[in-house]
Protein backbone atom coordinates (compact mmCIF):
# COMPACT_ATOMS: atom_id res chain seq x y z
CA UNK A 1 0.00 0.00 0.00
CA UNK A 2 3.15 2.42 0.85
CA UNK A 3 4.36 1.84 -2.27
CA UNK A 4 1.50 2.37 -4.40
CA UNK A 5 0.98 5.53 -2.75
CA UNK A 6 4.66 6.30 -3.28
CA UNK A 7 4.48 5.47 -6.98
CA UNK A 8 0.99 7.66 -7.22
CA UNK A 9 1.93 11.17 -6.99
CA UNK A 10 1.37 14.93 -8.29
CA UNK A 11 3.11 13.35 -11.28
CA UNK A 12 0.13 11.15 -12.57
CA UNK A 13 -2.40 14.11 -12.49
CA UNK A 14 -0.81 16.41 -14.12
CA UNK A 15 2.24 15.26 -15.71
CA UNK A 16 0.97 12.34 -17.94
CA UNK A 17 -2.34 14.20 -19.52
CA UNK A 18 0.21 16.64 -20.37
CA UNK A 19 2.54 14.35 -21.84
CA UNK A 20 0.27 11.96 -23.27
CA UNK A 21 -1.73 15.07 -24.85
CA UNK A 22 1.97 16.46 -26.55
CA UNK A 23 2.68 13.28 -27.46
CA UNK A 24 -0.42 11.93 -30.05
CA UNK A 25 -3.24 11.47 -27.55
CA UNK A 26 -4.11 8.30 -27.76
CA UNK A 27 -0.83 6.95 -30.04
CA UNK A 28 1.44 7.78 -26.80
CA UNK A 29 -0.89 4.80 -24.74
CA UNK A 30 0.91 2.17 -27.45
CA UNK A 31 4.82 2.95 -26.51
CA UNK A 32 3.63 3.82 -22.98
CA UNK A 33 2.38 0.18 -22.15
CA UNK A 34 5.18 -0.63 -24.19
CA UNK A 35 7.61 0.93 -22.08
CA UNK A 36 5.41 -0.28 -18.66
CA UNK A 37 5.94 -3.87 -19.98
CA UNK A 38 9.44 -3.93 -20.87
CA UNK A 39 11.17 -1.43 -18.34
CA UNK A 40 8.74 -0.23 -15.86
CA UNK A 41 7.36 -3.79 -14.64
CA UNK A 42 10.70 -5.79 -14.97
CA UNK A 43 12.64 -2.82 -12.96
CA UNK A 44 10.14 -2.73 -10.44
CA UNK A 45 10.61 -6.39 -9.76
CA UNK A 46 14.82 -5.53 -9.78
CA UNK A 47 14.24 -3.16 -7.05
CA UNK A 48 11.76 -5.60 -5.06
CA UNK A 49 14.13 -7.97 -5.57
CA UNK A 50 16.97 -6.17 -4.36
CA UNK A 51 15.46 -5.06 -1.24
CA UNK A 52 13.64 -7.96 -0.19
CA UNK A 53 16.74 -10.58 -0.53
CA UNK A 54 19.24 -7.87 1.11
CA UNK A 55 16.63 -6.93 3.73
CA UNK A 56 18.45 -3.39 4.19
CA UNK A 57 19.12 0.54 2.76
CA UNK A 58 19.99 1.15 -0.30
CA UNK A 59 23.75 1.56 0.20
CA UNK A 60 23.51 -1.54 2.41
CA UNK A 61 22.12 -3.69 -0.04
CA UNK A 62 24.57 -2.16 -2.80
CA UNK A 63 27.28 -3.05 0.20
CA UNK A 64 26.02 -6.48 0.07
CA UNK A 65 26.37 -7.44 -3.65
CA UNK A 66 29.97 -5.18 -3.35
CA UNK A 67 31.32 -2.99 -0.91
CA UNK A 68 33.06 -0.69 -3.50
CA UNK A 69 29.72 -0.35 -4.87
CA UNK A 70 27.71 1.41 -1.40
CA UNK A 71 27.94 4.64 -2.95
CA UNK A 72 25.76 3.76 -5.79
CA UNK A 73 23.30 2.95 -2.70
CA UNK A 74 24.01 6.23 -0.97
CA UNK A 75 23.26 7.89 -4.50
CA UNK A 76 20.16 6.59 -5.45
CA UNK A 77 18.63 7.66 -1.28
CA UNK A 78 20.23 11.11 -2.26
CA UNK A 79 18.36 12.20 -5.18
CA UNK A 80 14.90 11.72 -3.83
CA UNK A 81 15.85 13.70 -1.20
CA UNK A 82 16.68 16.61 -3.48
CA UNK A 83 13.19 15.69 -5.60
CA UNK A 84 11.52 15.89 -2.14
CA UNK A 85 13.04 19.79 -1.99
CA UNK A 86 10.96 20.86 -4.65
CA UNK A 87 8.06 18.55 -4.64
CA UNK A 88 6.89 19.51 -0.92
CA UNK A 89 7.10 23.22 -2.42
CA UNK A 90 4.72 22.53 -5.25
CA UNK A 91 2.68 20.47 -2.34
CA UNK A 92 2.49 23.68 -0.46
CA UNK A 93 1.15 25.68 -3.24
CA UNK A 94 -1.58 23.07 -3.54
CA UNK A 95 -1.84 23.49 0.47
CA UNK A 96 -2.16 27.51 0.11
CA UNK A 97 -5.29 26.43 -3.43
CA UNK A 98 -6.98 24.15 -1.17
CA UNK A 99 -7.46 27.34 1.47
CA UNK A 100 -7.98 29.65 -1.33
CA UNK A 101 -10.53 27.20 -2.54
CA UNK A 102 -13.20 27.62 -0.54
CA UNK A 103 -14.30 30.97 -1.98
CA UNK A 104 -12.68 30.95 -4.98
CA UNK A 105 -10.25 33.41 -4.49
CA UNK A 106 -8.31 33.42 -7.85
CA UNK A 107 -11.38 35.14 -8.68
CA UNK A 108 -11.83 35.32 -13.20
CA UNK A 109 -7.80 35.97 -13.27
CA UNK A 110 -6.15 32.64 -12.32
CA UNK A 111 -3.42 33.49 -14.29
CA UNK A 112 -2.44 36.68 -12.44
CA UNK A 113 -3.56 35.49 -9.07
CA UNK A 114 -0.95 32.45 -9.48
CA UNK A 115 1.82 35.02 -10.36
CA UNK A 116 0.74 37.14 -7.28
CA UNK A 117 0.54 34.19 -4.77
CA UNK A 118 4.30 33.50 -6.08
CA UNK A 119 5.52 37.41 -6.17
CA UNK A 120 6.36 35.91 -9.50
CA UNK A 121 9.55 38.41 -11.05
CA UNK A 122 9.54 36.54 -14.48
CA UNK A 123 12.74 35.25 -14.55
CA UNK A 124 15.26 33.27 -12.44
CA UNK A 125 17.89 35.79 -12.06
CA UNK A 126 15.54 38.83 -10.34
CA UNK A 127 15.15 37.52 -6.68
CA UNK A 128 11.97 39.36 -5.38
CA UNK A 129 10.22 39.02 -2.22
CA UNK A 130 9.27 36.04 -0.28
CA UNK A 131 5.99 34.59 -0.04
CA UNK A 132 4.98 33.91 3.14
CA UNK A 133 1.94 31.68 2.15
CA UNK A 134 4.25 29.78 0.21
CA UNK A 135 6.99 29.47 3.64
CA UNK A 136 3.57 28.63 5.59
CA UNK A 137 2.77 25.60 3.13
CA UNK A 138 6.20 24.51 3.76
CA UNK A 139 6.33 24.49 7.47
CA UNK A 140 3.02 22.41 7.55
CA UNK A 141 4.03 20.26 5.28
CA UNK A 142 7.47 19.44 6.54
CA UNK A 143 5.91 18.89 9.74
CA UNK A 144 3.69 16.53 8.25
CA UNK A 145 6.70 14.49 6.93
CA UNK A 146 7.96 14.19 9.76
CA UNK A 147 5.11 13.64 12.28
CA UNK A 148 4.52 10.87 9.66
CA UNK A 149 7.98 9.27 9.49
CA UNK A 150 9.73 9.90 12.81
CA UNK A 151 8.22 6.45 14.63
CA UNK A 152 8.63 4.49 11.41
CA UNK A 153 6.61 1.65 9.13
CA UNK A 154 3.71 1.91 12.10
CA UNK A 155 2.71 5.20 11.45
CA UNK A 156 3.14 5.37 7.45
CA UNK A 157 1.12 1.41 7.24
CA UNK A 158 -1.89 3.83 9.32
CA UNK A 159 -1.89 6.47 7.03
CA UNK A 160 -1.51 5.02 3.50
CA UNK A 161 -4.53 3.82 4.58
CA UNK A 162 -6.12 6.87 4.58
CA UNK A 163 -4.17 8.44 1.89
CA UNK A 164 -3.91 5.82 -0.84
CA UNK A 165 -7.93 5.06 -1.19
CA UNK A 166 -9.05 8.53 -0.51
CA UNK A 167 -7.23 10.51 -3.11
CA UNK A 168 -8.48 8.12 -5.64
CA UNK A 169 -12.02 8.41 -4.70
CA UNK A 170 -11.70 11.84 -4.79
CA UNK A 171 -10.53 11.86 -8.54
CA UNK A 172 -13.20 9.52 -9.36
CA UNK A 173 -15.61 11.62 -7.90
CA UNK A 174 -13.79 14.51 -9.99
CA UNK A 175 -14.01 12.83 -13.13
CA UNK A 176 -17.47 12.01 -12.87
CA UNK A 177 -18.17 15.88 -12.33
CA UNK A 178 -15.86 16.45 -15.04
CA UNK A 179 -17.15 14.12 -17.87
CA UNK A 180 -21.27 15.67 -17.19
CA UNK A 181 -19.87 18.84 -18.58
CA UNK A 182 -21.00 20.04 -21.71
CA UNK A 183 -18.25 20.12 -23.98
CA UNK A 184 -16.30 17.31 -21.92
CA UNK A 185 -16.60 15.03 -24.70
CA UNK A 186 -14.76 17.03 -27.47
CA UNK A 187 -11.97 17.24 -24.51
CA UNK A 188 -12.02 13.27 -23.80
CA UNK A 189 -11.69 12.61 -27.66
CA UNK A 190 -9.28 15.04 -28.11
CA UNK A 191 -7.23 13.00 -25.45
CA UNK A 192 -7.84 9.42 -26.66
CA UNK A 193 -8.16 9.90 -30.34
CA UNK A 194 -4.85 8.53 -31.76
CA UNK A 195 -2.61 9.96 -34.21
CA UNK A 196 -0.27 7.05 -35.45
CA UNK A 197 1.64 9.47 -37.38
CA UNK A 198 3.34 9.89 -33.90
CA UNK A 199 4.35 6.39 -33.29
CA UNK A 200 7.52 6.86 -36.17
CA UNK A 201 9.18 10.03 -34.15
CA UNK A 202 11.59 9.05 -31.97
CA UNK A 203 11.00 11.45 -29.32
CA UNK A 204 7.66 10.14 -28.10
CA UNK A 205 8.99 6.47 -27.78
CA UNK A 206 11.54 8.41 -25.13
CA UNK A 207 8.98 10.47 -23.47
CA UNK A 208 7.23 7.33 -23.05
CA UNK A 209 10.03 5.54 -21.52
CA UNK A 210 10.84 8.77 -19.28
CA UNK A 211 6.98 9.08 -18.00
CA UNK A 212 6.90 5.38 -16.93
CA UNK A 213 10.35 5.08 -15.12
CA UNK A 214 9.78 8.80 -13.33
CA UNK A 215 6.30 8.19 -12.39
CA UNK A 216 7.13 4.31 -10.83
CA UNK A 217 9.17 6.27 -8.55
CA UNK A 218 12.27 4.03 -9.59
CA UNK A 219 15.72 4.91 -9.48
CA UNK A 220 14.96 6.32 -6.40
CA UNK A 221 16.07 3.71 -3.41
CA UNK A 222 12.24 3.86 -2.40
CA UNK A 223 10.86 0.63 -3.94
CA UNK A 224 14.21 -1.21 -1.82
CA UNK A 225 13.82 0.16 1.04
CA UNK A 226 10.07 -0.40 0.57
CA UNK A 227 10.61 -4.22 -0.46
CA UNK A 228 13.33 -4.42 2.72
CA UNK A 229 9.93 -4.07 5.16
CA UNK A 230 7.95 -6.61 3.14
CA UNK A 231 7.11 -10.66 4.79
CA UNK A 232 9.72 -13.06 3.75
CA UNK A 233 7.29 -15.01 1.89
CA UNK A 234 5.68 -12.13 0.22
CA UNK A 235 4.96 -12.46 -3.16
CA UNK A 236 7.45 -10.03 -5.12
CA UNK A 237 6.23 -10.29 -8.57
CA UNK A 238 2.81 -9.75 -7.86
CA UNK A 239 3.33 -6.98 -5.83
CA UNK A 240 4.89 -5.10 -8.60
CA UNK A 241 2.55 -5.92 -11.11
CA UNK A 242 -0.26 -4.65 -8.81
CA UNK A 243 2.06 -1.56 -8.58
CA UNK A 244 2.80 -0.39 -11.47
CA UNK A 245 -0.59 -1.22 -12.52
CA UNK A 246 -2.10 1.01 -9.96
CA UNK A 247 -0.20 3.57 -11.10
CA UNK A 248 -0.78 3.60 -14.64
CA UNK A 249 -4.30 3.40 -14.25
CA UNK A 250 -4.33 6.45 -12.11
CA UNK A 251 -1.96 7.98 -14.48
CA UNK A 252 -5.15 6.85 -17.25
CA UNK A 253 -8.01 8.08 -14.94
CA UNK A 254 -6.42 11.21 -14.63
CA UNK A 255 -6.03 11.94 -18.00
CA UNK A 256 -10.52 11.67 -17.99
CA UNK A 257 -10.28 14.42 -15.10
CA UNK A 258 -8.57 16.97 -17.08
CA UNK A 259 -8.95 16.33 -20.24
CA UNK A 260 -13.10 16.88 -19.83
CA UNK A 261 -12.50 19.73 -17.78
CA UNK A 262 -9.98 21.28 -20.11
CA UNK A 263 -13.24 20.23 -23.08
CA UNK A 264 -15.47 22.23 -21.15
CA UNK A 265 -13.02 25.29 -20.55
CA UNK A 266 -12.63 25.11 -23.84
CA UNK A 267 -16.44 25.81 -24.80
CA UNK A 268 -16.65 27.88 -22.50
CA UNK A 269 -14.01 30.39 -23.71
CA UNK A 270 -15.23 29.86 -27.01
CA UNK A 271 -11.70 28.45 -28.44
CA UNK A 272 -10.63 25.28 -29.81
CA UNK A 273 -8.54 23.05 -27.78
CA UNK A 274 -5.59 23.13 -29.67
CA UNK A 275 -5.32 27.42 -28.52
CA UNK A 276 -5.22 25.94 -24.86
CA UNK A 277 -2.03 23.86 -25.77
CA UNK A 278 0.22 25.91 -23.68
CA UNK A 279 -1.94 25.97 -21.26
CA UNK A 280 -2.18 22.46 -19.91
CA UNK A 281 1.48 22.21 -18.84
CA UNK A 282 2.86 21.06 -15.62
CA UNK A 283 2.22 24.06 -13.41
CA UNK A 284 -0.27 25.98 -15.75
CA UNK A 285 -2.72 23.01 -15.71
CA UNK A 286 -2.98 22.65 -11.75
CA UNK A 287 -2.63 26.53 -10.97
CA UNK A 288 -4.36 28.69 -13.66
CA UNK A 289 -6.23 26.10 -16.42
CA UNK A 290 -7.67 23.68 -13.38
CA UNK A 291 -8.98 26.47 -11.04
CA UNK A 292 -10.45 29.10 -13.74
CA UNK A 293 -12.50 25.79 -15.09
CA UNK A 294 -13.55 25.38 -11.64
CA UNK A 295 -15.23 28.83 -11.38
CA UNK A 296 -16.67 28.16 -14.21
CA UNK A 297 -18.34 25.51 -12.89
CA UNK A 298 -22.75 25.63 -12.78
CA UNK A 299 -23.04 24.83 -9.03
CA UNK A 300 -20.50 23.28 -5.94
CA UNK A 301 -17.87 25.47 -7.80
CA UNK A 302 -16.04 25.71 -4.37
CA UNK A 303 -16.47 21.69 -2.80
CA UNK A 304 -14.95 20.60 -6.57
CA UNK A 305 -11.99 23.05 -6.23
CA UNK A 306 -11.50 21.89 -2.34
CA UNK A 307 -11.27 18.31 -3.35
CA UNK A 308 -9.27 18.63 -6.47
CA UNK A 309 -6.68 20.53 -4.25
CA UNK A 310 -6.90 18.03 -1.19
CA UNK A 311 -6.57 14.68 -3.71
CA UNK A 312 -3.56 16.49 -4.86
CA UNK A 313 -2.10 16.92 -1.82
CA UNK A 314 -2.92 13.17 -0.26
CA UNK A 315 -1.45 11.70 -3.46
CA UNK A 316 1.43 14.09 -2.85
CA UNK A 317 1.87 13.30 0.81
CA UNK A 318 2.83 9.88 0.27
CA UNK A 319 5.13 10.62 -2.60
CA UNK A 320 6.84 13.02 -0.11
CA UNK A 321 7.31 11.19 2.72
CA UNK A 322 8.84 7.75 0.23
CA UNK A 323 11.46 10.20 -0.93
CA UNK A 324 13.09 11.23 2.68
CA UNK A 325 12.19 7.53 4.37
CA UNK A 326 15.06 5.84 2.29
CA UNK A 327 17.72 8.30 3.76
CA UNK A 328 16.18 8.06 6.98
CA UNK A 329 16.56 4.59 6.93
CA UNK A 330 19.83 4.76 5.74
CA UNK A 331 21.39 6.97 8.50
CA UNK A 332 20.10 4.98 10.86
CA UNK A 333 21.38 1.48 9.69
CA UNK A 334 25.15 2.68 8.75
CA UNK A 335 25.45 5.05 11.85
CA UNK A 336 22.57 4.03 14.46
CA UNK A 337 21.34 7.23 14.59
CA UNK A 338 17.91 7.02 16.05
CA UNK A 339 15.26 7.31 13.27
CA UNK A 340 13.22 9.67 14.65
CA UNK A 341 16.49 12.25 15.17
CA UNK A 342 17.72 11.04 11.39
CA UNK A 343 14.05 11.86 10.38
CA UNK A 344 14.33 15.33 12.15
CA UNK A 345 17.42 16.73 10.76
CA UNK A 346 16.68 15.59 6.98
CA UNK A 347 13.34 17.28 7.39
CA UNK A 348 14.95 20.49 8.85
CA UNK A 349 17.57 20.49 5.89
CA UNK A 350 14.82 20.05 3.17
CA UNK A 351 12.99 22.79 4.38
CA UNK A 352 16.23 25.06 4.53
CA UNK A 353 16.72 24.03 1.37
CA UNK A 354 13.21 24.64 0.27
CA UNK A 355 13.33 27.89 1.11
CA UNK A 356 15.31 29.21 -1.55
CA UNK A 357 11.80 28.49 -3.70
CA UNK A 358 10.24 30.36 -1.44
CA UNK A 359 11.13 34.07 -3.53
CA UNK A 360 9.45 35.84 -6.31
CA UNK A 361 11.94 33.64 -9.33
CA UNK A 362 11.18 29.97 -7.05
CA UNK A 363 9.07 28.79 -9.79
CA UNK A 364 11.74 29.22 -12.49
CA UNK A 365 14.34 27.87 -10.18
CA UNK A 366 12.04 25.00 -9.45
CA UNK A 367 11.58 24.13 -13.36
CA UNK A 368 15.47 24.34 -14.24
CA UNK A 369 15.87 22.11 -10.69
CA UNK A 370 13.15 19.80 -12.49
CA UNK A 371 14.58 19.37 -15.51
CA UNK A 372 17.88 18.16 -14.51
CA UNK A 373 17.09 16.12 -11.84
CA UNK A 374 14.32 14.39 -13.81
CA UNK A 375 16.45 14.43 -17.22
CA UNK A 376 19.55 13.22 -16.04
CA UNK A 377 20.19 12.42 -12.17
CA UNK A 378 17.54 9.86 -12.06
CA UNK A 379 18.27 8.30 -15.54
CA UNK A 380 21.80 7.88 -14.61
CA UNK A 381 21.07 6.29 -11.29
CA UNK A 382 18.37 3.80 -13.16
CA UNK A 383 21.73 3.07 -15.52
CA UNK A 384 24.22 2.69 -13.07
CA UNK A 385 21.81 0.09 -11.06
CA UNK A 386 20.92 -1.98 -14.47
CA UNK A 387 24.47 -2.15 -14.76
CA UNK A 388 25.72 -2.86 -11.22
CA UNK A 389 23.07 -5.15 -10.45
CA UNK A 390 23.00 -6.87 -14.14
CA UNK A 391 26.32 -7.11 -14.99
CA UNK A 392 28.55 -6.75 -11.53
CA UNK A 393 25.92 -9.45 -9.77
CA UNK A 394 24.55 -12.55 -10.72
CA UNK A 395 21.06 -11.95 -11.76
CA UNK A 396 20.07 -15.03 -11.73
CA UNK A 397 20.51 -15.38 -8.18
CA UNK A 398 17.87 -12.48 -8.03
CA UNK A 399 15.79 -14.32 -10.52
CA UNK A 400 15.54 -17.30 -8.24
CA UNK A 401 15.09 -15.51 -5.29
CA UNK A 402 12.02 -13.45 -6.36
CA UNK A 403 10.80 -16.70 -8.04
CA UNK A 404 11.19 -18.38 -4.82
CA UNK A 405 8.36 -16.12 -2.70
CA UNK A 406 6.44 -15.73 -5.94
CA UNK A 407 3.68 -17.43 -7.81
CA UNK A 408 3.97 -15.78 -11.33
CA UNK A 409 8.06 -17.23 -12.01
CA UNK A 410 10.05 -14.70 -14.10
CA UNK A 411 11.96 -16.24 -17.14
CA UNK A 412 15.17 -15.30 -18.90
CA UNK A 413 13.30 -12.36 -20.77
CA UNK A 414 13.57 -10.38 -17.37
CA UNK A 415 17.54 -10.85 -17.55
CA UNK A 416 17.56 -9.64 -20.68
CA UNK A 417 15.64 -7.01 -19.89
CA UNK A 418 17.43 -5.44 -17.02
CA UNK A 419 20.69 -6.40 -19.08
CA UNK A 420 19.96 -4.82 -22.76
CA UNK A 421 16.95 -3.09 -23.07
CA UNK A 422 16.44 -0.72 -20.27
CA UNK A 423 20.03 0.08 -20.10
CA UNK A 424 19.68 0.70 -23.72
CA UNK A 425 16.63 2.69 -23.43
CA UNK A 426 18.23 4.63 -20.62
CA UNK A 427 21.47 5.63 -22.39
CA UNK A 428 19.82 6.70 -25.44
CA UNK A 429 17.65 9.12 -23.19
CA UNK A 430 20.73 10.60 -21.74
CA UNK A 431 22.27 11.06 -24.74
CA UNK A 432 19.61 12.63 -26.66
CA UNK A 433 18.80 14.91 -23.15
CA UNK A 434 22.75 15.99 -23.37
CA UNK A 435 22.65 16.56 -26.95
CA UNK A 436 19.82 18.47 -26.72
CA UNK A 437 20.43 20.81 -23.37
CA UNK A 438 24.22 21.29 -25.41
CA UNK A 439 22.51 22.77 -28.67
CA UNK A 440 19.32 24.46 -27.13
CA UNK A 441 20.44 25.33 -23.51
CA UNK A 442 16.81 24.81 -21.27
CA UNK A 443 14.90 27.69 -21.71
CA UNK A 444 17.70 29.87 -23.16
CA UNK A 445 18.92 30.27 -20.08
CA UNK A 446 22.62 31.57 -19.48
CA UNK A 447 25.09 28.63 -18.93
CA UNK A 448 26.43 29.94 -15.90
CA UNK A 449 22.93 29.61 -14.07
CA UNK A 450 22.53 26.04 -15.58
CA UNK A 451 25.50 25.19 -13.97
CA UNK A 452 24.94 26.72 -10.92
CA UNK A 453 21.16 25.85 -10.21
CA UNK A 454 21.03 22.60 -12.48
CA UNK A 455 24.13 20.82 -12.86
CA UNK A 456 25.56 21.90 -9.24
CA UNK A 457 22.89 19.54 -6.81
CA UNK A 458 23.82 16.94 -9.27
CA UNK A 459 27.71 16.95 -8.88
CA UNK A 460 27.07 17.37 -5.26
CA UNK A 461 24.99 14.47 -4.64
CA UNK A 462 27.04 12.22 -6.41
CA UNK A 463 30.25 13.33 -4.80
CA UNK A 464 28.16 13.41 -1.44
CA UNK A 465 27.42 9.60 -2.37
CA UNK A 466 31.36 8.98 -2.01
CA UNK A 467 32.12 10.90 0.90
CA UNK A 468 29.38 8.75 3.10
CA UNK A 469 30.22 5.33 1.76
CA UNK A 470 34.12 6.72 3.39
CA UNK A 471 32.84 7.90 6.69
CA UNK A 472 32.79 4.58 8.19
CA UNK A 473 30.20 3.46 10.67
CA UNK A 474 31.25 2.21 14.41
CA UNK A 475 31.42 -1.07 13.95
CA UNK A 476 33.79 -0.92 10.59
CA UNK A 477 35.77 1.67 12.99
CA UNK A 478 36.42 -1.03 15.44
CA UNK A 479 37.03 -3.60 12.98
CA UNK B 1 -20.62 14.87 -30.58
CA UNK B 2 -19.58 11.42 -29.88
CA UNK B 3 -16.50 9.62 -29.59
CA UNK B 4 -14.17 8.68 -33.08
CA UNK B 5 -14.14 4.83 -33.53
CA UNK B 6 -10.20 4.82 -32.84
CA UNK B 7 -10.87 6.60 -29.42
CA UNK B 8 -13.26 4.05 -28.34
CA UNK B 9 -10.67 2.05 -28.97
CA UNK B 10 -8.00 3.08 -27.10
CA UNK B 11 -10.11 3.48 -24.05
CA UNK B 12 -11.08 -0.21 -24.14
CA UNK B 13 -7.66 -1.03 -24.47
CA UNK B 14 -6.89 0.59 -21.81
CA UNK B 15 -9.41 0.08 -19.84
CA UNK B 16 -9.10 -3.90 -20.24
CA UNK B 17 -5.15 -3.44 -20.01
CA UNK B 18 -4.61 -1.56 -17.14
CA UNK B 19 -7.64 -1.89 -14.86
CA UNK B 20 -8.47 -5.68 -16.10
CA UNK B 21 -4.48 -6.42 -15.24
CA UNK B 22 -5.12 -4.57 -11.56
CA UNK B 23 -8.12 -6.28 -10.56
CA UNK B 24 -6.50 -9.98 -11.89
CA UNK B 25 -3.30 -9.59 -9.44
CA UNK B 26 -5.20 -8.08 -6.61
CA UNK B 27 -7.67 -11.29 -7.03
CA UNK B 28 -4.49 -13.47 -7.22
CA UNK B 29 -3.08 -11.33 -4.11
CA UNK B 30 -6.18 -11.78 -2.00
CA UNK B 31 -6.54 -15.66 -2.92
CA UNK B 32 -3.02 -16.59 -1.55
CA UNK B 33 -4.56 -14.90 1.85
Not at chain 1, 14 to 42: E, H, K, M, Q, S
Not at chain 1, 172 to 178: E, H, P, S
Not at chain 1, 350 to 356: A, D, E, I, Q
Request: aromatic content about 16%; proline content about 4%.
Amino acid sequence: MAAIGSAVGLGNVWRFPFVCYDNGGGAFLIPYFVALFTAGIPLMILEFSVGHWARSSPPNAFKKINKKWEWAGWWTVLMPFIVAIYYIVIMSWCFSYMIYSLDLRWGETADSFFKAFLGDTGSPLVFGGISIPVILGLIAIWFVVFFILYKGVERIGKVVALTVPLPTILLIILTIRGLTLPGALDGVSYYLTPNFSKLLDANVWLAAYAQVFFSLSLAQGIMITYASFLKKKSDLTNNAFIISLADAGTSFLAGFTVFSVVGYLAMNQGISIENLGTQIAGPNLTFITYPTAISLLPFAAAFFGFIFFIALLTFGIDSAFSMIEPISCSLNEKWKISKAKATGVMCIIGFLFSLMFSAGNGLHLLEIVDHFVANFGLVMIGLVECLVLGWMYTLSKLREHTNQTSDIKIGRWWEFLIKFVVPAVLFTLLVVSIVQNITNPYMGYPWWLIVVVGVTPLVTVFALSFILMKIKSEEEAAA
Amino acid sequence: MSLPLSAIVMLVFGCVVLYGGLAYFIYRALKKR
